[in-house]
């Protein structure tokens, strides 16, 4: 069984459900380390004074910010644990929201909800919970406490069980205006192609299968560290070219239909 993450309740007015967090994702990447080349020795990291050139201690080490219009600011590990959000064990409910509603770039991180033990009442309180929130189709948004950072998050039903994502602060994402202004220019597509691409899309629309899609760049650094133990050589490929600018953008919708049109009918 997974390490629980954080242990409390899930309040909404005069309602507690004990619960815990539980991670929703595995880590499946393959990690290195760094090491010496010439004799395979781990790579160490030591911290050094730029000004004197010496080793520091860690227990000498604070932290400095530098504000655009000042200079830097020293601050102490006392000094940021003054402001730290008051650990709690609960997920204080603010409000529930319509889950259609809830733009997906504002996810985070998902985990798991589950009861923190298997007592009666517990086990009563978060199925009811469960249920409610599945027939409504409606997430609940509050505030969580954990390591020390305080976080938004949505919770929500899935598969019978509560799913908490945490969320990002509005003024955590980037407002489309600062992208690049081409983004921004009117460029009214032609009905003839708006109909075409609207074609394509069509023709390519399957049901979200998450199981159909695979990690083909994990998959080949797997390959690659078996090749690399039977001391096979690494051959390595020459770099793609950008791709050129679409010369007639119907022309190419209309290929693209042919061929899926073709493809289908096999």
């Given at each position: 069984?997974?390490?629980?993450?954080?242990?409390?309740?899930?309040?909404?007015?005069?309602?507690?459900?004990?619960?815990?967090?539980?991670?929703?994702?595995?880590?499946?990447?393959l990690h290195f380390r760094q090491?010496?080349?010439?004799d395979g020795a781990p790579i160490e990291v030591q911290?050094?004074?730029?000004?004197?050139?010496?080793?520091?201690?860690?227990d000498e080490i604070t932290h400095g910010y530098e504000p655009e219009d000042s200079e830097q600011v020293m601050i102490s590990d006392l000094e940021l644990q003054a402001i730290e959000p008051r650990?709690?064990?609960t997920i204080d409910i603010e409000q529930f929201v319509e889950l259609a509603e809830?733009?997906?770039?504002?996810?985070?991180?998902?985990?798991?909800?589950?009861?923190?033990?298997?007592?009666?009442?517990?086990?009563?309180?978060?199925?009811?919970?469960?249920e409610v929130m599945g027939q409504t189709e409606r997430a609940a948004l509050g505030r969580l406490v954990m390591r020390a950072k305080e976080y938004l998050a949505?919770?929500?039903?899935?598969?019978?069980?509560?799913?908490?994502?945490?969320?990002?602060?509005?003024?955590?994402?980037?407002?489309?205006?600062?992208?690049?202004?081409?983004?921004?220019?009117?460029?009214?597509?032609a009905r003839k192609q708006l109909d075409a691409a609207v074609a394509v899309i069509e023709a390519l629309s399957e049901d979200w299968e998450p199981d159909k899609h695979k990690d083909r760049y994990r998959d080949r650094l797997r390959k690659v560290v078996?090749?690399?133990?039977?001391?096979?050589?690494?051959?390595?490929?020459?770099?793609?070219?950008?791709?050129e600018p679409v010369?007639?953008?119907?022309?190419?919708?209309?290929?693209?239909?042919?061929?899926?049109?073709?493809?289908?009918?096999?």
């Open positions: 069984m997974p390490r629980s993450l954080w242990t409390g309740s899930l309040s909404f007015g005069l309602v507690n459900v004990p619960v815990r967090l539980e991670t929703a994702v595995r880590d499946r990447d090491i010496h080349r010439k911290r050094f004074c730029s000004e004197e050139d010496v080793e520091v201690d860690y650990r709690t064990r809830v733009d997906p770039m504002y996810f985070d991180h998902p985990y798991w909800l589950v009861p923190a033990s298997e007592d009666d009442g517990t086990v009563r309180a978060y199925r009811l919970l469960t949505l919770v929500r039903e899935r598969e019978g069980a509560l799913t908490l994502t945490t969320m990002l602060f509005a003024d955590e994402t980037r407002p489309i205006k600062d992208i690049d202004a081409a983004t921004q220019k009117s460029h009214k597509p078996q090749q690399k133990r039977k001391g096979e050589t690494i051959s390595v490929p020459d770099s793609d070219q950008a791709s010369p007639d953008l119907m022309a190419a919708l209309e290929r693209t239909l042919e061929e899926l049109q073709a493809g289908s009918s096999r």
